[in-house]
Every structure is written in structure tokens, then in C-alpha cells.
């Protein structure tokens, strides 16, 4: 009996210890943002040469929130690295915080449906350490929408044909006149509706009327002539010239939706363009 007593006690102290030395762990820390503090969207027009948005802050509190970094991740969009911030957002309507966005997650029969998207950031409040948090972005978001659509719409045309800006230019007549050059990926007939001009330079097709062309199935490559002339003559255009060579051309594959690719000047032909247009604008350098 002595003997049962004494091993019941002994199982007692064993417990009791081993409570003691090990203490209950503190939970993991919220990913749920700091109170007030909120993110939307938005895009400038700089940011769309550079594949960059902003994530608007909004903190309604008086709580000084630090952002270390932060990241968009939505399966609509690769996902990047996180871009430093290392910033400290006050009281605000809107801080923007700039960062690069990944390539479109496309699909090579349709556009895809958007998917939903969140902003993950490292924070701190006050003292605590820093956390990672995840801030909800409302879905649909039209600014995300638009970036898929119009990346994916793209995608479908290129997956067909090459739309490139030809490798000779003259300036003749009072424009610079050059090609497009069309360059077949897939068997199908495309159809180059028109070529829009930018913020900087009108095009003017070499034959008039729709479509600018049209690709047989059978042709390989084809040459499609174009003129360019000044949009804008005032010294600021050319000083903010952001959006100058984003050249919008809408194409069709066989007869299908008519799709929106952005056309690039290669960068040795944006310097010839702008000293054309300087001098057709009497700025001459």
C-alpha cells in the first residue's frame, strides 16, 4: 500500500514538472492588417512603360503603419520578389507605393476569367516586430481586369503572328516613313484592321481604307507601309514622354475578335523618331 501511495505521488511530481517547464506557446502572429489600414489599386501613365502599379495606403488611423516591402499575388499575374518600401504611412486618404507587377497568366484558346488578388506586405505598428500581413484587394478589380484582358488579348494575336516595327526608316515629305512587319508564328489569315497613333505621333497609312491589310494563310511574311508625323509640337511632350511609343494595333485571326497588340519601336529607332519630330516641330537640338 506504502509502496502505491509513494509511486502515485511521485507520477503527480512528474506531471506537475514537467507543466512547469513547458510554458504554453504564444500564438503565431495575424496576417490580418493593422486596424484602418487598407490598399486599392491604381496605375499612371508612367507606371505603364515599366510594368509597374501602385498599391494605394489608406490609414485611417493615427497609428504610424511601416511598410518594409510588399507584393502583389493573384493567380492572374506571375508572382514577383517583394519590392522594398521602406516606408512609414501616417494618417492618409492615399500613400501610393510603387511596384512591378509579373506577366499575365494567359490561356492559349481564350481570355481568361480574373482571378482573385491580394497585397502581401511585411508591417510594423509601433513597436511590435515586423509581420507579414495580407491585405484583401476587392474583386473584381477593374484595374486588374483591364491588365489581363488586354496582356492576354495580345497574347492570342502573337501566338499567330509577330507584329514588329520594320529596320527601314527615311524621312521624306514631312514624316518619317517606314513598315510594319508581320511575321507569320501559326497557320491562319490575319487581318490588320488599323494602327493607332500616342500621346506623340499620328499614323498615316501609305494606302487608305480597311483593313490596314490582310495576311493570307499562305504568306509567310508581309510588309505593311505607314508614315508617322508629329501629334504634338510643345518642348513639355517631349519632356514627359512616357507613353510616346506604345503604338496600339488591332488585329483579327481568322476573321475571330478583333484584339489590341502594343507595337514598340526598337530604341535605336525612338531616337531617330524624336529628332524628327524636333525638328518637324521647329525644336530642333
Known amino acids: 500500500m506504502c509502496l502505491v501511495k509513494r509511486f502515485t505521488v511521485a507520477l503527480v511530481m512528474v506531471a506537475l514538472l514537467t507543466g512547469c517547464g513547458s510554458p504554453e506557446q504564444p500564438s503565431a502572429p495575424s496576417d490580418h492588417p493593422p486596424p484602418g489600414v487598407s490598399v486599392s489599386l491604381a496605375q499612371w501613365r508612367s507606371d505603364e512603360p515599366a510594368h509597374a502599379l501602385e498599391v494605394a495606403v489608406r ?3 493615427d497609428t504610424p503603419v511601416y511598410f518594409a516591402d510588399l507584393q502583389l499575388v493573384t493567380a492572374s499575374f506571375k508572382t ?7 516606408s512609414v504611412i501616417k494618417r492618409t ?3 501610393d507605393l510603387r511596384i512591378p507587377f509579373g506577366p499575365a497568366v494567359c490561356t492559349p484558346q481564350r481570355l481568361p476569367d480574373l482571378r482573385p488578388a491580394t497585397v502581401v506586405a511585411r508591417v510594423r505598428t509601433g513597436s511590435e516586430p515586423l509581420r ?3 491585405f484583401p484587394v476587392a474583386h473584381p478589380d477593374p484595374l486588374l481586369a483591364k491588365l489581363l484582358r488586354d496582356e492576354c488579348s495580345e497574347f492570342l494575336v502573337r501566338q499567330a503572328v509577330d507584329i514588329a516595327f520594320g529596320q527601314d526608316w527615311t524621312e521624306s515629305g514631312g514624316a518619317m516613313r517606314g513598315s510594319l512587319v508581320l511575321t507569320r508564328r501559326a497557320p491562319g489569315t490575319v487581318t490588320l484592321e488599323e494602327m493607332g497613333g500616342t500621346t506623340h505621333y499620328m499614323v498615316e497609312p501609305e494606302h487608305a481604307g480597311r483593313p490596314l491589310a490582310v495576311m493570307d494563310a499562305s504568306v509567310p511574311t508581309m510588309r505593311v507601309p ?3 508625323t508629329p501629334a504634338r509640337c510643345d518642348a513639355h511632350a517631349f519632356a514627359e514622354a512616357k ?3 506604345l503604338f496600339p494595333v488591332r488585329a483579327a485571326i481568322d476573321g ?3 484584339r489590341v497588340v502594343t507595337v514598340v519601336p526598337p530604341e535605336p529607332l525612338q531616337g531617330r523618331l524624336i529628332q524628327y519630330a524636333l525638328r518637324a516641330c521647329g525644336l530642333g537640338r
Open 243 to 245: 507613353k510616346a511609343f
Open 93 to 95: 486618404e492615399r500613400t
Open 59 to 61: 490609414n485611417t488611423s
Open 132 to 134: 507579414t500581413v495580407v
Open 256 to 258: 475571330g475578335q478583333v
Open 226 to 228: 505607314i508614315a508617322l
Open 80 to 86: 514577383l520578389p517583394p519590392q522594398k518600401a521602406d
